[in-house]
C-alpha cells in the first residue's frame, strides 16, 4: 500500500443496509490488521429516502451478533465524493449503473467497482437487496461482505 490513506466509500440505494455494513466490516478488518489509521472508510446511498436515519435496526440487530457496530447516519452520495474518495464500491449492478451515471468525469467513474468484484469464494456476483426478504437475507448480506471485504484488503495490500 504506498498511499498515505486509502479512502473507501461504500454505496448501496438506501445506506440503511448493505453499505453501512461494508462500512462495518470493513473497518473491523483493517482494525484488526492494525491498518486503522492507514484507511478513512465511510457508505452513502443513491438515493436519500432515508437520510439522517440510523441503519435498518433488523440489520443492525444480524451485524451485532457478529460484533459488528453499525452507527452510520444515512446519507446520499454527492458530486465531490467522486473526487474525495478513491474507490467506490456499490452492491449490485444497479447501483454501479447508477454511480457511473452521477460520475462527475471519467477519473471518477473510473473509480467505480462492484463489491463482488473482490470475493473470493461466493455463490453471488451482487449483494442482494434484503430490505423487504427475512432474516436468511440479512445473514447473506453479512456472508457475502466478510468475504468480499477480505478480498478487498488482500487486493489493496498488494496494490
Ligand atoms: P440498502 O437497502 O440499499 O441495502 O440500504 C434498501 C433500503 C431501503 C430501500 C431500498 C433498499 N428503500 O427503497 O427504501
Same mark, same amino acid.
Given at each position: 500500500?504506498?498511499?498515505?490513506?486509502?479512502? $473507501?466509500?461504500?454505496?448501496?440505494?438506501?445506506?440503511?443496509?448493505?453499505?453501512?455494513?461494508?462500512?462495518? +466490516?470493513?473497518?473491523? #478488518?483493517? %482494525? &484488526?490488521?492494525?491498518?486503522?489509521n492507514r484507511?478513512?472508510?465511510?457508505?452513502?446511498?443513491?438515493?436519500?429516502?432515508?437520510?439522517? %436515519?440510523?441503519?435498518?435496526?433488523?440489520?443492525?440487530?444480524?451485524?451485532?451478533?457478529?460484533?459488528?457496530?453499525?452507527?452510520?447516519?444515512?446519507?446520499?452520495?454527492?458530486?465531490?465524493?467522486?473526487?474525495?474518495? &478513491? $474507490?467506490?464500491?456499490?452492491? !449490485? &449492478?444497479?447501483?454501479?449503473? &447508477?454511480?457511473k451515471r452521477?460520475?462527475?468525469?471519467?477519473?471518477?467513474?473510473?473509480? +467505480?467497482?462492484?463489491?463482488?468484484?473482490?470475493?473470493?469464494?461466493?455463490?453471488?456476483?451482487?449483494?442482494? !437487496?434484503?430490505?423487504?426478504?427475512?432474516? %436468511?437475507?440479512? %445473514?447473506?448480506?453479512? !456472508?457475502?461482505?466478510? !468475504?468480499?471485504c477480505?478480498? #478487498? #484488503?488482500?487486493?489493496?495490500?498488494?496494490?
Open positions: 500500500m504506498k498511499q498515505e490513506k486509502i479512502r $473507501l466509500l461504500f454505496v448501496c440505494l438506501g445506506n440503511i443496509c448493505r453499505s453501512p455494513s461494508a462500512e462495518a +466490516v470493513m473497518r473491523k #478488518l483493517v %482494525e &484488526d490488521a492494525g491498518l486503522g484507511f478513512e472508510i465511510d457508505s452513502a446511498g443513491i438515493i436519500g429516502y432515508h437520510e439522517g %436515519e440510523r441503519a435498518d435496526s433488523r440489520m443492525r440487530a444480524h451485524a451485532a451478533r457478529r460484533g459488528y457496530a453499525l452507527d452510520s447516519i444515512s446519507r446520499p452520495i454527492r458530486p465531490w465524493d467522486f473526487r474525495n474518495f &478513491d $474507490l467506490i464500491i456499490g452492491m !449490485d &449492478d444497479r447501483n454501479i449503473a &447508477d454511480l452521477k460520475a462527475p468525469d471519467v477519473e471518477s467513474e473510473a473509480k +467505480v467497482h462492484q463489491m463482488m468484484e473482490f470475493a473470493r469464494d461466493s455463490l453471488f456476483d451482487y449483494v442482494p !437487496d434484503p430490505y423487504y426478504g427475512g432474516a %436468511e437475507g440479512f %445473514e447473506r448480506v453479512l !456472508d457475502l461482505l466478510e !468475504d468480499a477480505a478480498g #478487498l #484488503l488482500e487486493f489493496l495490500r498488494r496494490s
